[in-house]
């Protein structure tokens, strides 16, 4: 079963991440992709996470154009 996770903030060799679901999950930097960062999102199958940067712009242009929403109001 895939999952879908969010990295909400690095700290020091582990990834704080967040699931779709709320659930938290800290993972090791090791077993990331190289260059993860944080609002990174990452899909784990068995153990394995892959960077979707595809999602990643996604997610980062919903969360850039509200922002833009709430400044014009």
Request: net charge negative; with cysteine; aromatic share 2%.
């Amino acid at each position: 079963m895939e999952r879908i996770w969010s990295v909400d903030r690095i700290e020091e060799r582990v990834a704080i991440c967040r699931g779709d679901h709320g659930e938290k999950q800290d993972v090791p930097l090791k077993t990331l992709p190289e260059g993860t960062c944080e609002g990174d999102i990452l899909r784990e199958a068995n153990g394995v996470f892959v960077l979707d940067r595809e999602e990643t712009q996604a997610r980062r242009k919903v969360n850039a154009d509200l922002q833009k929403k709430l400044r014009r109001e």
